[in-house]
Nanobody, 119 residues
Framework: QVQVVESGGGLVQPGGSLTLSCVASGRFLSISSMDWYRQAPGLERELVAHSSSGGRRNYAEAVWGRFTISRDNAKNTVYLQMNSLKPEDTANYYC?????????????WGQGTQVTVSS
């Protein structure tokens, strides 16, 4: 059984920094893309950052220049470094990893980790 688990959320003051981590575990063959999404109360879920297996990285315009996605393939882990945080970054952050198992390829979602930016 494949699991994806996020960690690192919490309360931070505006202008502060936080790093989220997401690790995949279980039996699988490979991981291709790794993404971070977020959803704030009353709003739709949005893609924050994308990391392809080929090294391509894309960001939402709202976080460009402040957030950095990185990955450690040996540890099956993706990170989201968040700097210069703003109150509007407050949301539940979800990790998604596209994982190939013996049954095929699927996107696995974590349970989410809450980030609150407030003074």
């Amino acid at each position: 059984q494949v699991q994806v688990v996020e960690s690192g959320g919490g309360l931070v003051q505006p202008g502060g920094s936080l790093t989220l981590s997401c690790v995949a575990s279980g039996r699988f063959l490979s991981i291709s893309s790794m993404d971070w999404y977020r959803q704030a109360p009353g709003l739709e879920r949005e893609l924050v950052a994308h990391s392809s297996s080929g090294g391509r990285r894309n960001y939402a315009e709202a976080v460009w220049g402040r957030f950095t996605i990185s990955r450690d393939n040996a540890k099956n882990t993706v990170y989201l470094q968040m700097n210069s945080l703003k109150p509007e970054d407050t949301a539940n952050y979800y990790c998604v990893q596209e994982i190939e198992t013996y049954s095929g390829r699927s996107r696995y979602w974590g349970q989410g980790t809450q980030v609150t930016v407030s003074s």
